[in-house]
T-cell receptor, first 116, second 112 residues
Framework: DGGITQSPKYLFRKEGQNVTLSCEQNLNHDAMYWYRQDPGQGLRLIYYSQIVNDFQKGDIAEGYSVSREKKESFPLTVTSAQKNPTAFYLC???????????????FGDGTRLSIL | GQNIDQPTEMTATEGAIVQINCTYQTSGFNGLFWYQQHAGEAPTFLSYNVLDGLEEKGRFSSFLSRSKGYSYLLLKELQMKDSASYLCAVRLLYNQGGKLIFGQGTELSVKP
């Protein structure tokens, strides 16, 4: 079945440690996105990529980094510079065309990151 | 700046109808999406509007007025499983990254 796979489901980070969250999709989607969700709040965009080998900062990119070397994969690294990383992280993808905005973003099941 | 407003929470009775409103002010507009999110789970796509008017999908309908920057999601014949958070999101233009800007979500509680 086609879909978006995020791993791990739960992740714990020690002080000063970088951690990487995996996101893989087999939907042949062009665009991929990373969001952060804090309790009782909406989704905030961290980074996004409309095509392979290109990505852009979202609204809260500080302390995070990404890469897009393959169409299927968009890993997110939470660096030690991110001082408040505890949150629910969601990866999404969509079939992105310049003239069609009606392609919904499909979400993975998320990764819950906590500080040890 | 981009701004999307929704009520924080709503309560309704099983079998009733509920309307969740969303107002937006964004620098671009290429459609409005509604998502449903159960606690601890990923959002799932419910509906999309890009032209003014009503889109109906079973028990769910969504309405858009672009001139007023306003949308609503209408849920009919409410069921207990409809208790969830409902997220309104505006898509920006492709040359703005085609990003989705999300509201904070409306937590709907359905009571027996």
């Amino acid at each position: 079945d086609g879909g978006i796979t995020q791993s791990p489901k739960y992740l714990f980070r020690k002080e000063g440690q970088n951690v990487t969250l995996s996101c893989e999709q087999n939907l042949n989607h062009d665009a991929m996105y990373w969001y952060r969700q804090d309790p009782g709040q909406g989704l905030r965009l961290i980074y996004y990529s409309q095509i392979v080998n290109d990505f852009q900062k979202g609204d809260i990119a500080e302390g995070y980094s990404v890469s897009r070397e393959k169409k299927e994969s968009f890993p997110l690294t939470v660096t030690s510079a991110q001082k408040n990383p505890t949150a629910f992280y969601l990866c999404a993808s969509s079939k992105e065309k310049a003239d069609r905005g009606n392609q919904p973003q499909h979400f993975g099941d998320g990764t819950r990151l906590s500080i040890l | 700046g981009q701004n999307i407003d929704q009520p924080t929470e709503m309560t309704a009775t099983e079998g009733a109808i509920v309307q969740i409103n969303c107002t937006y002010q964004t620098s671009g507009f290429n459609g409005l999406f509604w998502y449903q999110q159960h606690a601890g789970e990923a959002p799932t796509f419910l509906s999309y509007n890009v032209l003014d008017g009503l889109e109906e999908k079973g028990r769910f309908s969504s309405f858009l007025s672009r001139s007023k920057g306003y949308s609503y999601l209408l849920l009919k014949e409410l069921q207990m499983k409809d208790s969830a958070s409902y997220l309104c999101a505006v898509r920006l233009l492709y040359n703005q990254g085609g990003k989705l800007i999300f509201g904070q979500g409306t937590e709907l509680s359905v009571k027996p």
